[in-house]
């Protein structure tokens, strides 16, 4: 099986279980339809925020078993994409980026080299100027 199609069974099948979880929870604990699919939700991401808990036996035993079952589709599915991601074509080329850069640099290296024959030759042709004032050191004692 392609992995487009194994990806499309997968995210389907975590979208089955948050319905399913979300109406188990809005009907055993009572709870209103978002207050329900966000601890499904939370519970499926491994997050437990701890604000929402069920109070009831049966719904603490679905919980368990729908946190197992969920947490280990969710991080095999997880697991998938980021698989798929990482083996696609990278986001950028790292050869045509490293070349991008060395001639970025390259060009920056010219200009200033360019600045300085331009100095030195425009200070070779410029007459000299005498110091009417000479530095002279102080004698030691």
Known sequence: MKMKGKLTILVSNILILLLF??????????WNWIDSFYFTSVTLTTIGYG??????????L???FFAFSGIG???????????????????FEPKSFMKKTVEFVA????KDEEERVKYRIKNKFKPKTKQKYKYKPKKRK
């Open 107 to 110: 060009k920056e290296i010219l």
């Open 21 to 30: 979880g979300t109406f188990i929870y809005h009907k055993l604990e009572g």
């Open 51 to 60: 604000d929402l808990h069920p109070t009831l036996p049966i719904t603490k």
């Open 62 to 64: 679905f919980t368990v």
């Open 73 to 91: 589709l969710m991080l095999y599915t997880l697991g998938l994409i980021a698989t798929e991601l990482l083996t696609q074509k990278p986001f």
